[in-house]
């Protein structure tokens, strides 16, 4: 395999200059280690988001901020934080100034300050090293350049896997929606795949849906590495249904997070997600997405950032394709073929897979009467039987040809139409 | 002095004989019930009193003391009274000892002396095992079932005393209307969900039981409901065990005093497990799956219902009868019925249509998992039931009627009774090797469903069993086609399937 080393344990490209970085299993200079150990410290404090992380860090080190927050609570006579008359808990002038810079009320950095007491710096960097979770802040030199150049950086980034797979490769998102329909599933697992073996890195939000089925393509072609990115700590899998995706992402590309160990999905966090994958992607496409879907957060994301967007186009019955067909109107590009994002990467499109290849099959003509009854929703046996006006037991029997030439799909109490053309 | 009076009380639905002893000794007046009475029966005394008094009867001086024998058996409700009233007249001699001899008394009384009807009253009259039996007027349709029994009826006991004393006749009992069906609304009003109607005529066919999932307001209430009216009328057997079950439980019985239709039980799902199965403190009831004896149970909302619930289910539906015991002893309850059950694929119902379904996972796991997978498998018939398109509902051209399918149905059963059974689903295992013969293409269709893990040894006589009924209603005798194969497993689809699933790559 020449396209991603598979070591998770690989170090950047500069490691030798790695000033400010913790790499593992490789420590560097214990002094950067503290450095480190003091800023996690400090994304652990409840509240502690990554835009007031970044307002405090600013003109003024980890080391010194949580220096200050352990001694930024005195007790003394004055002005009132909610406590009643006599002995009350004030701040030091210092936390005052960086309560002001963080925009924080003091009540809240007087709970960081309490807190701060109680927490090990040292414990929290042993934590990553045990889980062999790398991290990097904005300024070290092993912060991946892709998103250092972004508008809107992560202050801080942890990953497991290989950083460099987002040098060696070209990069393309594939996003979408969670309830996907049975089209959009095989269409992203189909990009994934054709996009893995041209050796393009996918990128995606490792979700149900759209996510899922376009790392399994990348997988199954194993060529070019997965790149996930997920809105939760890193030993934080969610969702726990795809575990082995997710560590089979991490063993084999890069599993990368701006979440802190620990931490649980929040809502507010997906987006932020969403906006790193943008940021990361030379391409991005939405196979399928609702009205008010989160990829369509990621296309304007990548938008802003003037990246090329493609939309998959889906029938306009289909709930799960509105928001896709919606962009396609608005002027977004749509996808037609693998090729159209190779196109778009500069990337020769010769020996590129199609999307899909039928492959004609001759159908009698009650078979054919039968797929046209499908539309583009899953359907009933009774839907069928209405709609292609044959009976019952023809129907049945039809259906289960269909189903074992691959032309339908059968999911319980539904029919769908299968990769078969 | 001493009287004995015959009649009899309730253990589950069965009766048993009692007598009543009635024993008066001289001294201060005293009244004492003994030989385990329940509270209902030791509140007698006051009813008797105020019911002889009422009907310008006197009340025996003395110390009274009356035996229910068997001593050793509770006895609960009001049915004793008649017979306690008829033994202290006898004591005052009023009615003569022999006059009695060899009678039954069953009923209850009011304060003015009226009788009144007890439930059970059919499985009294027959435990009593009396020439004659005297019972209240409202309780004689059911009571006249018991063959080799004089019923007699009397309004109060003022009546009673001057009949049994001959100065008056006992008077003619009312004739009884015959069986009127129940109303139930019919087949033809559905439209469309041509394959619903094809499996609910199958599962009225062949006694399989079967599960609706479906969005809301696709009509599986509207289905089920219309179930009962494809069912034949009941042999004399079932309508009597079903009206002793209904007469025991207090449920309303028809006007001709036998349930000759199948009855349809719907229970919310808000309902406990003994009311299901049956059993209560003191005495134990039927549940609704014995009031639903011989015709249809329809659990609608089934997802909803407690797990533990359902689950008591499973042996009665395999079995036919249900088995509850007790501190004080096992109670066997008729249970023979077609279970129907309705629900939703998932909590907001639109699960099948990507991008409508607002259920995260974890909804649709908490939904589904109430319905366990044993219970699943006694679902012979799983089928979804759409929204009827616009199309559909505009189009005014009505299904086919109530009368046209039951047609069919009626003449399946047929067949079956020829194999010996009343429904193919009895079938044993035996008989349906020997009954459901399979051609080669059905075998080859069958081999293929197993192998691909779709069947168990249970479903797979189960599919058998359904491709016979289905062969059946097509009037077509022999070896099973293999399309009836196919059309029984498109019917058994696996209900709770996991949409997010990815069937692409493993």
Redesign the interface.
């Known amino acids: 395999m020449t396209d991603f080393d598979n070591s998770p344990l690989s170090i950047g490209p500069n490691q030798g200059q790695m000033s400010n970085a913790l790499n593992l299993p490789t420590q560097s200079k214990p002094s950067n280690g503290a450095h480190l150990g003091h800023l996690l410290a400090l994304l652990s404090l409840p509240q502690m988001g990554p835009s007031r992380l970044t307002k405090l860090l600013s003109g003024t080190s980890a080391q010194d901020i949580w220096h200050f927050f352990q001694q930024g609570d005195i007790k003394g006579v004055g002005t009132s934080v909610g406590l009643p008359l006599g002995e009350r808990e004030l701040l030091s002038s210092e936390c005052q100034v960086l309560a002001k810079q963080a925009e924080v009320s003091e009540k809240q950095m007087l709970k960081w300050c309490r807190l701060s007491r109680q927490l090990q710096p040292e414990e929290k960097l042993s934590a990553y090293m045990e889980q062999q979770v790398s991290v990097a802040e904005l300024s070290s030199p092993s912060y991946p350049k892709r998103l250092y150049d972004d508008i809107e950086p992560p202050a801080i980034l942890f990953w497991k896997g290989n950083l460099n797979v987002l040098e060696n490769h070209p990069t393309a998102a594939i996003v979408g929606?969670?309830?996907?329909?049975?089209y959009?599933?095989?269409v992203a697992?189909e990009l994934g795949q054709s996009l893995a073996a041209s050796g393009v890195a996918v990128v995606s939000g490792l979700a149900?849906?759209i996510d899922?089925?376009a790392h399994?393509?990348v997988?199954?072609a194993n060529k070019a590495p997965p790149v996930g990115v997920v809105g939760s700590g890193l030993n934080m899998i969610y969702?726990k249904?795809n575990r082995v995706l997710w560590e089979e992402v991490a063993s084999k590309g890069l599993l990368l997070s701006e979440t802190p160990l620990d931490i649980a999905p929040e809502r507010w966090r997906f987006p932020a997600r969403n906006r790193v994958i943008a940021a990361l992607a030379d391409v991005v496409v939405i196979v399928e997405s609702?009205e008010k879907g989160g990829a369509l957060f990621t296309a304007e994301e990548a938008a802003q950032r003037g990246k090329p967007v493609f939309a998959v186009p889906g029938p306009i019955r289909?709930?799960?394709s509105?928001g896709t067909n919606r962009l396609l109107a608005e002027g977004c590009m749509p996808l037609c073929d693998v090729n159209d994002v190779l196109v778009a990467l500069g990337i020769p499109t010769s020996n590129a897979l199609k999307v899909s290849e039928s492959q004609a099959t001759e159908l009698s003509l009650e078979k054919q009467k039968l797929l046209e009854a499908f539309g583009w929703?899953?359907a009933?046996?009774?839907?069928l039987?209405?709609r292609s006006g044959m009976s019952?037991?023809?129907?049945?029997?039809y259906?289960?040809e269909l189903q074992s030439s691959g032309h339908i799909?059968?999911?319980?109490?539904?029919y769908e139409r299968g990769s078969q053309k | 002095m001493l009287t004995a009076i015959k009649s009899a009380t309730l253990r589950g639905v069965l009766g048993y004989p009692v007598t009543v002893e009635i024993h008066i000794s001289p001294g201060i007046g005293g009244f004492s019930v003994v030989g385990l009475p329940g509270a209902a029966c030791r509140e007698a005394q006051d009813r008797v009193r105020a019911a002889l008094q009422s009907c310008g009867l006197s009340w025996p001086r003395g110390r009274i003391t009356v035996n229910l024998a068997p001593s050793g058996e509770r006895k609960e409700g009001a049915g004793l009274d008649l017979a306690i009233a008829v033994g202290l007249l006898v004591m005052e001699k009023k009615i003569r000892r022999k006059a009695v001899q060899d009678w039954g008394f069953i009923a209850e009384l009011g304060l003015d002396g009226s009788l009144r009807r007890v439930p059970g009253t059919l499985n009294l009259v027959e435990a009593a095992k009396c020439s004659t039996v005297v019972v209240a007027p409202d309780a004689y349709p059911e009571a006249s079932l018991v063959k080799h029994c004089d019923i007699r009826i009397a309004h109060n006991l003022a009546e009673l005393v001057a009949f049994i004393n001959g100065s008056r006749e006992f008077p003619q009992p009312p004739a009884l209307p015959p069986p009127t069906p129940p109303p139930i609304a019919d087949l033809a009003d559905i439209k469309g969900q041509r394959t619903v109607r094809h499996a609910l005529e199958i599962t009225a066919a062949g006694g399989h039981h079967m599960l609706m999932v479906g969005a809301p307001g696709a009509g599986k209430t509207m289905l089920a409901h219309r179930m009962v009216g494809l069912l034949p009328l009941l042999d004399h057997d079932t309508a009597l065990e079903a009206t002793r079950v209904h007469s025991a439980a207090g449920l309303p019985l028809p006007k001709s005093g036998i349930i000759s239709y199948p009855p349809l039980r719907a229970p919310h799902h808000t309902m406990s497990a003994t009311s299901l199965v049956g059993g209560g403190s003191g005495a134990v009831r039927p549940g609704e799956i014995s009031a639903a004896h011989g015709g249809v149970l329809f659990l609608d909302e089934l997802g909803e219902f407690s797990s533990v619930v359902l689950d008591t289910l499973r042996q009665p539906v395999e079995e036919g009868v249900v088995r509850v015991s007790r501190a004080s002893g096992t109670f066997v309850f008729p249970a023979r019925i077609l279970l129907l059950a309705a629900m939703n694929p998932c909590p907001c119902g639109e699960l099948g249509s990507p991008g409508s379904c607002r259920c995260t996972m974890a909804d649709r796991a908490r939904y589904t998992r109430r319905v366990s997978g044993p219970l699943l498998d006694r679902f012979d018939l799983r089928v979804l039931v759409p929204r009827p398109s616009m199309q559909e509902l505009i189009d005014a051209s009505p299904g086919e009627s109530t009368e046209v399918v039951r047609e069919r149905v009626l003449k399946a059963r047929e067949i079956a009774g020829q194999r010996g059974v009343l429904c193919n689903a009895e079938l044993s295992d035996f008989q349906l090797e020997e009954e459901a013969v399979l051609t080669e293409g059905a075998k080859v269709k069958l081999a293929e469903a197993i192998q691909k893990q779709r069947l168990s040894a249970r479903g797979y006589r189960r599919v058998r069993c359904v491709a016979l009924t289905i062969q059946d209603l097509t009037g077509r005798r022999g070896a099973i086609e293999a399309k009836c194969i196919s059309q029984a497993l498109a019917l058994r689809a696996e209900p709770f399937v996991d949409f997010n699933a990815d069937l692409l790559a493993s």
């Not at chain 1, 929606?177 to 049975?182: F, K, L, P």
């Open positions: 929606t969670r309830s996907c329909s049975n959009g599933r095989e697992f149900l849906g899922t089925a399994k393509g997988l199954s969702p249904s609702m289909s709930p799960a509105y929703q899953p009933g046996l009774d839907q039987v209405e019952l037991s023809d129907v049945a029997v259906l289960e799909i059968r999911r319980g109490l539904w």
